[in-house]
């Protein structure tokens, strides 16, 4: 493994499929903030909208339980591939939405197009993480920086993504903006499969389906753990925050629906790039090149802990502040920010504690249990933010996160060290 690392086809093999990564996760963000902003405007209430994101979830939730095996039995680059391939396929789908169709209707055929992206999107997260354990070198942290680098630098692109969408929805409308990702997406995956050097597994016929189910004990309570991490993250940052901004900043005209859009746009984008540069920071935060496994662990639990207080004060100013008002509005957008620097260092933890803990000969299984489990985060989130939105506004959605952090933090509390503690 370590000789595949140092190979410049290791290296380039890296490099191109971060670059897919990269096209694939700016088209996610700017398909999301496109849905969520076009539907919002459109009437829909905060429970519809968590609606149309839950067939994603969920996707997401049967895709990574499956796609390790599929991975482990034909390969990480056949995952990829198919994960950018469904992906144009659901931007194509989406741009034949009628306006003239009924609510139902337009629910049903969302939520479903929706839930192909979903797939789309963990194949090729499943895909480009693996890849980092079988590239990424051994030995002064080395796996930790390359695990950081590609998934601090792919936050970012997706926050640059929920910028793109809202810009494209308010300067060129619904369809032209999905048919015009389709088409670079496409162009892309052309360019990543004529590129892509040898170097990845192209995957073993003896891999049994029933092995994607770990039996180890770290792997189990880490997945437990992200559950409640991630869930603890979309319970505002779904359907909460934006419908929350959306009320405060729209006055109901088409210039004021502009406004809202960019501003909402911009505060995800500004977010999720904050998030990405952190993550790709983690190893010189933790100074993780220095540390030993057991101290990383109680990192873990220390962060999540830490992590837990941010949503219990910003629960508590907008109680306190009974209305809108400009300051409330400042201290959320700094209150979550400081949020997001805390999450991305928790996040990137669990990131590398997963690879950390897999073994070579079953990455792909073990990546894709743990991503299911993240998945699995993702879909209570979204569900508990319309939810909790629409029974109890964004407060009762930070007080849940909080709870959810509180969970979370019981799980890293279980985490041991090779050598024990």
Request: net charge positive; charged share 10%; hydrophobic share 55%.
């Amino acid at each position: 493994m370590d000789q595949v690392a140092k190979k410049p086809n290791g290296v380039a093999a890296y490099v191109a499929v971060t670059a897919a990564y990269w096209a694939f996760m700016l088209t996610d963000g700017a398909l999301r903030m496109l849905v969520l902003l076009h539907f919002h405007s459109l009437g829909f209430s905060p429970v519809q909208l968590a609606y149309l994101f839950l067939l994603y979830e969920l996707a997401g939730i049967v895709t990574n339980l499956s796609a390790g095996w599929i991975a482990a039995r034909f390969g990480l680059t056949s995952t990829l591939y198919a994960g950018l391939s469904l992906q144009i396929v659901a931007l194509l789908a989406l741009a034949q939405l009628d306006p003239t169709w009924g609510l139902t209707a337009s629910v049903v055929f969302v939520m479903a197009v929706q839930g192909l992206s979903g797939v789309a999107k963990d194949l090729s997260k499943m895909s480009a993480k693996s890849a980092v354990k079988l590239l990424a070198p051994k030995g002064q942290g080395g796996l930790f920086k390359w695990v950081a680098i590609l998934t601090g630098s792919k936050n970012a692109v997706k926050g640059l993504g929920f910028l793109l969408g809202a810009g494209l929805l308010a300067l060129a409308g619904f369809v032209p903006a999905v048919l015009g990702m389709a088409g670079v997406l496409a162009i892309v995956l052309v360019a990543v499969a004529l590129r892509m050097p040898p170097g990845l597994p192209t995957g073993k016929k003896d891999a049994k389906f029933k092995e994607v189910i770990s039996k180890d004990r770290n792997i189990n309570w880490l997945s437990f753990a992200r559950v409640f991490l991630f869930g603890a993250r979309d319970v505002w940052f779904v359907v909460g925050i934006p419908v929350y901004f959306y009320a405060v900043l729209s006055d109901g005209s088409e210039e004021g629906n502009r406004l809202a859009f960019f501003t909402i746009g911009s505060f995800m984008a500004v977010w999720t790039i904050l998030y990405g540069f952190v993550q790709g920071a983690a190893p010189r935060i933790l100074r993780a090149q220095t540390r030993p496994e057991s101290e990383i662990i109680q990192a873990a639990r220390n962060w999540a802990a830490m992590l837990l207080i941010v949503p219990l004060v910003l629960a508590g100013l907008v109680w306190a502040a009974g209305a809108p008002a400009l300051w409330l509005t400042i201290s959320l957008i700094l209150g979550l920010l400081i949020f997001g620097a805390l999450f991305a260092i928790n996040s990137s933890l669990h990131s590398y504690l997963i690879l950390a803990f897999s073994k070579g000969d079953r990455v792909t299984m073990d990546v894709g249990f743990y991503y299911m489990a993240n998945a699995a985060g993702r879909l209570l989130g979204t569900l508990l933010s319309g939810l909790s939105y629409q029974l109890g506004g964004i407060v009762l959605c930070l007080l849940v996160a909080a709870l959810m952090l509180g969970i979370s933090a019981m799980g890293a509390g279980k985490l041991r060290s090779h050598g024990g503690e």
